[in-house]
């Protein structure tokens, strides 16, 4: 492993400290080396605060080290001033040496611009070390960016003989206590979470993070017509929650009803959540939900539990027939990961 990997390698991990806390900004870390000895670390731990290379060169105790130092960031610098200064400017005012950077930002803000900024100041720039492991990282916030959409994360749990529920909907519980924990991580690290109206109907789902700690998402029900009892735990007020309908537009405390055109598509919905910046969205809805997104290819992750219970009839999985990424033990369960690119 060369220098630059090895220290851009220590900056993604860094980066990695940041999630579920920073959208709709991206996860950056950045570690600055002089004569092969780190000398600073830090990682945008919040939206709307210091950004990583801020907190780096803050940790640096012999700043007159920094003219000689390299900079490894996981993300171009950005060269705007939003709700912090550009960051490209304060590596320009500290006189770094060398800026060793991961991906360039597509943002078009950003885009280029950083890297311009830098070596117009004399500072040699090296850009795409670890480009792909980064690209990974920050999957999300390039979706939005690149596909003006939030990165959509599907997810569901089936029986060894292929169903998601009984015949009456029920499905309380298929997988085991380790994957449910699982999945309330999960949804900590995500900006929303949707369910249809029949999920939302027969499970009664609270949709928040009670098995782990973290931020609850945004919950988003999709019920057209407005049928579902307003009893219901996703209408309890205690969380964010977003109901899509053809009926009203109405907005009061934590609930938000947004009224979409007859025969809306889920492109529609997404585009909401876009201009709302929300920056990921996992689908935990039934089977029809779950496949209106695998046929109109609006997703990019599915991740599939698999337990050992049978139900030998009932409502069967979705149709899903792509190459397994991953394959993981989760207790009695498996766990199969996909990905559409």
């Not at 029920?170 to 900590?188: A, D, M, Y």
């Not at 209408?235 to 025969?263: H, Q, W």
Request: hydrophobic fraction near 35%; aromatic fraction near 8%.
């Amino acid at each position: 492993m060369t220098k630059d990997n090895k220290y851009m390698l220590r900056a993604l991990q860094l980066a990695e400290l940041g999630k579920g806390a920073v959208s709709p900004n991206p996860m950056v870390g950045c570690v600055i080396v002089h004569e092969d000895k780190i000398i600073g670390e830090g990682y945008h731990k919040k939206y709307g605060e210091a950004h990583a290379e801020v907190n780096a060169i803050h940790s640096v105790s012999e700043t007159d080290l920094l003219s000689d130092a390299t900079v490894y960031v996981t993300l171009e610098p950005c060269s705007h001033f939003g709700r912090t200064p550009p960051c490209a400017n304060l590596l320009v005012e500290k006189g770094v040496k060398r800026v060793v950077i991961a991906t360039v930002d597509s943002n078009p803000l950003v885009g280029g611009r950083g890297i311009a900024i830098l070596e117009n100041a004399g500072i040699e720039v090296k850009a795409g070390v670890l480009e792909k492991e980064a690209r990974y990282q920050n999957r999300r916030f390039f979706t939005q960016i690149e596909k003006k959409r939030p990165y959509v994360i599907l997810k569901w749990a089936q029986t060894l003989d292929g169903f998601v529920a009984r015949t009456d909907y029920s499905s309380k519980w298929i997988s085991g206590s380790q994957s449910r924990q699982l999945v309330h991580k999960w949804r900590s690290d995500e900006d929303s979470i949707l369910v249809g109206k029949n999920t939302a109907k027969y499970d009664n789902p609270r949709l928040n993070v009670r098995d782990w700690k973290g931020t609850n998402p945004i919950r988003l029900v999709i019920d057209s017509n407005l049928e579902l009892d307003p009893s219901l735990s996703l209408f309890d007020g205690s969380v964010p929650t977003i109901c899509f309908n053809t009926i009203k537009a109405e907005r009061g405390g934590n609930m938000e009803y947004v009224k979409l055109n007859d025969g809306f598509e889920l492109g529609d919905v997404l585009s909401d959540l876009n201009s709302r910046k929300i920056q990921s969205l996992i689908v935990e809805g039934g089977t029809y939900l779950l496949n209106k997104f695998i046929e109109t290819e609006l997703w990019d992750e599915a991740r599939v539990f698999t337990s050992q219970a049978r139900f030998e009839s009932g409502i069967s999985a979705p149709k899903f027939d792509f190459p397994v990424s991953q394959e993981i033990q989760v207790g009695d369960d498996s766990l199969k990961i996909y990905y559409r690119v």
